[in-house]
């Protein structure tokens, strides 16, 4: 039986843990035969760090469904193994989302086996790892634009406030949008990253603080929508500041997710919130959104947004920075391909 290392997530004695989840987080060398089930193998090549991957590496909360398991919501690689006739061995593809690394072993592994229906092919223009320099972040950054426009969101109505900009999505968004004709205004806790959000094209980079939310439930219309990544007071605040028809994708909850806000947006400037769940978007739209990305929507400096690349065993601590608010941009995470051995079963 063949051997892999991955780092995977057991539970432990409540007792002993501090976390919120009792549990912990280690590298191991797993059996090729417990992984989860699935007609496609794929040689991992990259996979990322994304906000709910630090969540569950942590146990901060109750992402991972069953114990023990593989974290990671994402993974790009080589098919190995393929029993359906949709795959063949050699074929790059990525997988984000589908229940990966939530309720079936995800991305931190040397091998990782899925069901064919959760596998996009690595669309022409993009490879293994420009696929996980979007990930689920990009993934979800664009599905956001794709249905704020779906809902009659343009350029021409002003701009597009899009907060945590300094983060995965947040960061991906703004260069998306501003790729797209918007004027985009990056909301960040993170003085220091102006700069990086204005080479991304924000027109201008504010604090939150610098918003001045007022807590009318209508307050002077400011913004024709959003991109929120961060939930709670912010998202009730700006929802106050949007324009007519006006679009929000609410996608985060970084600051908080309970949301208690007016339904005068809604029904006095017809303000939408629309919900995004990269996680289930139904496959149709799921190809549509890759194939973007992989042309007329793909992000200029994809290699740019990279802000540390992280071996399995590195992915603990930057799972504690990141949610200490520490992290910035994509943190990549790069596997050394295992050697293929000869042809016949892996
Ligand atoms: N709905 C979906 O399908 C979907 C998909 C992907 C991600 N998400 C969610 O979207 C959010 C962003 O994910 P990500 O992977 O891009 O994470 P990330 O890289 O860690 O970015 C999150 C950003 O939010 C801001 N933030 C962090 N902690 C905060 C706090 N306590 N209060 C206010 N702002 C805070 C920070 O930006 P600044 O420091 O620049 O303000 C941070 O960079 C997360 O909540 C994640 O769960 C949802």
Same mark, same amino acid.
């Given at each position: 039986m063949k051997q892999i290392r991955a780092l995977r997530v057991n539970s432990i004695e409540p007792k002993?843990?501090?976390? /919120?989840?009792?549990?912990?987080?280690?590298l191991e060398n797993i059996d090729?035969?417990?992984? !989860?089930?699935g007609e496609v193998l794929i040689r991992t090549e990259f996979s990322s760090l994304n906000y709910k991957d630090a969540l569950a590496v942590t146990g901060r909360a109750p992402i991972l469904k069953k114990l023990p398991l593989v974290p990671g919501i994402d993974v790009s690689g080589e098919v190995v193994e393929s029993q359906s006739a949709e795959y063949s061995p050699g074929q790059k593809v990525l997988v984000t989302g589908c229940g990966l !690394?939530?309720?079936q072993d995800g991305g931190y592994a040397e091998i990782v086996r899925v069901p064919a229906t959760s596998v996009v092919p690595i669309p022409q223009g993009l490879d293994t790892r420009l696929a996980m320099i979007l990930g689920t972040a990009g993934f979800t950054a664009a599905l956001s634009l794709y249905r704020m426009e779906q809902n009659g969101q343009r350029p021409e109505q002003g701009p597009v406030v899009v907060t945590g900009a300094s983060? !995965?999505?947040?960061?991906? &968004?703004?260069g998306l949008l501003a790729q797209r004709g918007y004027e985009v205004i990056a909301v960040s806790g993170k003085a220091d990253m102006s700069n990086f959000l204005m080479e991304l094209g924000a027109t201008k980079v504010l604090s939150p603080g610098e918003l001045h939310l007022g /807590? $009318?439930?209508?307050? $002077? &219309? $400011?913004?024709?929508? &959003?991109?929120?990544?961060?939930? !709670? =007071?912010l998202l009730a605040g700006l929802s106050r500041h949007v324009d007519l028809w006006g679009n929000i994708a609410c996608v985060g909850l970084a600051g908080g997710s309970e949301l208690h806000c007016s339904v005068m947006p809604m029904i006095l400037r017809g303000v939408s919130f629309l919900g995004i769940s990269s996680n289930n978007t139904p496959r149709p739209l799921r190809l549509k959104i890759?194939?973007?990305? &992989? /042309? =007329?929507w793909k992000p200029k400096n994809l290699e740019g947004l990279v802000s540390q690349t992280l071996s399995l065993e590195q992915i603990p601590e930057a799972a504690e920075r990141m949610l200490q608010r520490q992290s910035t941009g994509r943190s990549l995470v790069a596997l050394q391909p295992?050697?293929?051995?000869a042809p016949g079963p892996f």
């Open positions: 002993k843990s501090k976390a /919120s989840q009792a549990q912990q987080v280690s090729i035969e417990h992984l !989860g089930r !690394g939530e309720d983060g !995965g999505v947040g960061s991906l &968004a703004t /807590s $009318r439930p209508l307050e $002077r &219309a $400011r913004y024709a929508g &959003a991109i929120d990544n961060v939930g !709670g =007071e890759w194939e973007l990305l &992989a /042309s =007329e295992l050697p293929l051995k």
